[in-house]
């Protein structure tokens, strides 16, 4: 490794062995964010950890109390199946850290398939769930001091706890709503499956027995974007809870959220069983109207541009329960290490086909980092995302101000981030703050952007990476987030738009009303405003305007043929009315995403699609891998076309480049006009 300073004596870099002579690697004695976080007004403290579960790396973050002696049991949290997994995060996390500032250890984790986990969605299954809580538990013991571990989960996830704890021969268990028959899993899966179709396509028939039938025909049903396998689907309807529990732990704890006041007869009949095999098995039922909403989505509009988590009053409840039951256990639960077989390590609870597996896995063309930010009293959680080579650039993924952990949902974040290292792209994904893991209170505004979180993120990332030419994607709130950031943050130079809605960036569709003017805009954003009222029936953010003027923009849009075209033209005519010294060199487009109804980013196949055209764009609009040559006072970046930037923003451009609208209908099918700069006409 050699180090490398530029004339003027700043900044000193790495140059990796390996990369092209004088290749900026990364600033020396500077490390990206830290895996530790103390909440010192909450109690507890937390540690980002990335171990090998289920033969390959993924993320888990160990919840510890901040200065008490931990209990002797620790936890670990089982999450749930499916789309489910997501919308129950926001408890598990509540949970952890409430045990926690009650004295225990937990951890949480994302089982293999899941949120940052390495394997993708076909490595999800029944006996993948219960395998990765058990080699969790072994991580947690490793990790820290607690003589025995018991498992806890939600739904699905504690079906999986049960499962897993009977298996290890745990001392202790508790269930939330747990699923006994897979047989009664899978009817809600394939009514939300007849769901999508009725919200994507309006197919008045579907229901239940034509998404069997679809399922058994192409092997894959879209369950809300998630994509539910025959394979996966038949696993889940054959599981019974009552075949998977060889041993019975010492204690368990049922805990049933209803509006009824008396038990489930399936859980009464699991009680019975366990109670006959040895365990110690009590019940209790958490009585409220709102139990209904347990694993649905709970963050709702109330007033246009704000959303509220509705499910605080019934999180507060079942999180309270379980932290009650988790002491009362504690006291009673016996130290099993003198009992249990020796541990052979975590390859002991896979097959030979996964150990196999997970032998070949040990290459991977991606590297991650989970780390946590300090933003004003709060943490932040992150992901950095780099190639195996120098990255040639930063994109910044942002999501919706809806509650989407940093993955989003059904993990598009994380297979971009995945994809874009492909191409010599590093990415960073964050959780907004009170979401995911991060720290403070949840609250979306639509007038108010997660501004300065993401470039409090963003600037973490470039101090460990060193000066990279970034890129933004935004859906919904988060494309608001990306045109404010890239209009006042100067290392920005392309900004990628996915299904922008009515509000974050298309204000108004049909009659235009008259907008406010932003003071700080200028002049540009003035006169765009005024032609687009005048011209078009679509009325876009100001934020858009003025990004025109500064960096690349891509619109990924659906829905209708009519706002489609709409929207195109009002593009049009909005980069008309920008000077062409204003927008000199930059490139604005419109692709169409194949969406269906008012589904949005659900489909399979726009997930897919959106993934492809946002690497695609990337890859032509950063530059390619620079050489650095260092010359007297100044560090001139070389690229490969031969053109020269400084080092601050190596885009290599010509000094009159052609801007180019290009509309993609289709099959890579472009329609469109060129302007060559100083000229407003378009072709």
Same mark, same amino acid.
């Given at each position: 490794m050699t180090e490398v300073r530029d004339g003027g004596g700043g900044r000193a870099y790495r140059l990796s062995p390996g990369l092209p002579t004088g290749g900026i690697h990364q600033p020396l004695g500077r490390s990206f964010g830290s895996p530790f976080m103390e909440c010192s007004s909450g109690g507890y403290s937390e540690r980002l950890l990335q171990p090998v579960i289920g033969g390959a790396p993924t993320v888990g973050v160990i919840s510890s109390p901040d200065r008490a002696r931990p209990r002797r049991t620790g936890w670990v949290i089982c999450h749930s199946f499916g789309m489910e997994e997501g919308f129950l995060q926001p408890l598990e996390v509540e949970i952890a850290r409430r045990l926690a500032a009650a004295g225990a250890v937990v951890m949480r984790f994302h089982g293999q398939g899941y949120g940052d986990s390495h394997l993708p969605f076909d490595a999800i299954s029944v006996r993948g769930h219960i395998r990765d809580a058990l080699e969790a538990a072994d991580v947690l013991r490793e990790e820290t001091a607690c003589a025995a571990v018991g498992f806890l989960g939600i739904r699905f996830g504690g079906t999986v706890a049960l499962a897993a704890a009977a298996q290890r021969g745990g001392p202790a268990a508790i269930a939330v709503d747990p699923i006994v028959r897979g047989q009664s899993y899978l009817e809600p899966l394939l009514r939300a499956a007849v769901t999508t179709e009725l919200t994507q396509d309006g197919d008045a028939d579907a229901d239940e027995a034509a998404a069997l039938a679809r399922l058994e025909s192409t092997g894959e049903l879209d369950v809300q974007g998630f994509p539910l396998t025959t394979e996966l689907a038949e696993e889940v309807r054959a599981f019974r809870l009552d075949f998977e529990m060889p041993h019975a732990p010492d204690h368990v704890s049922i805990i049933q959220a209803g509006r009824g006041p008396t038990l489930r007869p399936e859980i009464v009949e699991l009680t019975a069983r366990l109670q006959r095999d040895g365990s110690v098995a009590d019940t209790s039922i958490l009585g409220r109207p709102d139990a209904w909403m347990l694993g649905q989505p709970r963050y709702h509009s109330i007033v246009r541009g704000r959303k509220a988590d509705r499910q605080t009053e019934l999180s507060d409840a079942v999180a309270a329960e379980v932290v009650r039951v988790a002491a009362s256990l504690d006291r009673t639960t016996r130290d099993p290490s003198g009992s249990l077989p020796p541990r052979r390590g975590r390859e #002991?609870?896979?097959?030979?086909?996964?150990?196999?597996?997970?032998?070949?896995?040990?290459?991977?063309?991606?590297?991650?980092?989970?780390?946590?930010?300090?933003?004003?009293?709060?943490?932040?959680?992150?992901?950095?995302?780099? /190639?195996?080579?120098?990255?040639?650039?930063?994109?910044?993924?942002?999501?919706?101000?809806?509650?989407?952990?940093?993955?989003?949902?059904?993990?598009?974040?994380?297979?971009?981030?995945?994809?874009?290292?492909?191409?010599?792209?590093?990415?960073?994904?964050? %959780?907004?703050?009170?979401?995911?893991?991060?720290?403070?209170?949840? #609250?979306?505004?639509?007038?108010? /952007?997660?501004?300065?979180?993401?470039?409090?993120?963003?600037?973490?990332? =470039?101090? #460990? =990476?060193?000066?990279?030419?970034?890129?933004?994607?935004?859906?919904?709130?988060?494309?608001?987030?990306?045109?404010?950031?890239? !209009?006042?943050?100067?290392?920005?130079?392309?900004?990628?738009?996915?299904?922008?809605?009515?509000?974050?960036?298309?204000?108004?569709?049909?009659?235009?009303?008259?907008?406010?003017?932003?003071?700080?805009?200028?002049?540009?954003? +003035?006169?765009?405003?005024?032609?687009?009222?005048?011209?078009?029936?679509?009325?876009?953010? /100001?934020?858009? !305007?003025?990004?025109?003027?500064?960096? %690349?923009?891509?619109?990924?849009?659906?829905?209708?043929?009519?706002?489609?075209?709409?929207?195109?033209?009002? =593009?049009?005519?909005?980069? +008309?009315?920008?000077?062409?010294?204003?927008?000199?060199?930059?490139?604005?487009?419109?692709?169409?995403?194949?969406? $269906?109804?008012?589904?949005?980013?659900?489909?399979?196949?726009?997930? $897919?699609?959106?993934?492809?055209?946002?690497?695609?764009w990337f890859d032509e609009t950063m530059p390619a891998r620079p050489t650095v040559d260092i010359s007297g006072r100044q560090a001139w970046v070389m690229l490969e076309d031969g053109h020269r930037g400084r080092r601050t923003r190596p885009r290599g451009w010509p000094e009159r480049r052609p801007l180019r609208i290009s509309i993609q209908d289709g099959q890579d099918r472009f329609k469109g006009a060129t302007r060559t700069a100083g000229s407003n006409a378009l072709d």
């Open positions: #002991a609870n896979r097959t030979d086909d996964e150990q196999r597996a997970a032998e070949g896995r040990s290459e991977s063309a991606w590297r991650e980092l989970a780390r946590f930010i300090p933003f004003e009293n709060d943490h932040l959680a992150a992901v950095l995302t780099t /190639p195996t080579s120098r990255p040639r650039g930063l994109v910044l993924l942002l999501q919706g101000g809806g509650g989407a952990p940093r993955s989003h949902r059904r993990r598009l974040w994380t297979r971009t981030a995945r994809a874009l290292a492909g191409h010599g792209i590093a990415t960073i994904r964050m %959780d907004y703050r009170g979401v995911g893991d991060s720290t403070g209170v949840f #609250a979306f505004e639509l007038a108010r /952007p997660p501004l300065e979180e993401a470039r409090t993120v963003l600037d973490e990332a =470039l101090r #460990a =990476l060193g000066d990279l030419p970034v890129g933004i994607v935004g859906n919904c709130v988060g494309a608001s987030t990306a045109f404010a950031l890239a !209009a006042s943050y100067p290392p920005c130079t392309s900004v990628v738009s996915l299904l922008p809605a009515v509000g974050p960036v298309v204000i108004h569709r049909g009659r235009t009303p008259t907008a406010p003017v932003s003071p700080w805009l200028g002049a540009a954003w +003035q006169r765009a405003n005024r032609v687009v009222e005048r011209l078009d029936r679509v009325h876009f953010a /100001p934020e858009l !305007a003025h990004a025109l003027c500064r960096v %690349d923009v891509l619109l990924l849009e659906g829905g209708g043929r009519v706002n489609r075209s709409r929207e195109k033209n009002a =593009l049009r005519r909005l980069l +008309q009315a920008i000077p062409a010294a204003e927008s000199e060199g930059r490139r604005a487009e419109v692709w169409s995403l194949p969406t $269906r109804g008012r589904a949005g980013i659900r489909p399979i196949e726009t997930q $897919r699609a959106a993934i492809e055209a946002t690497v695609r």
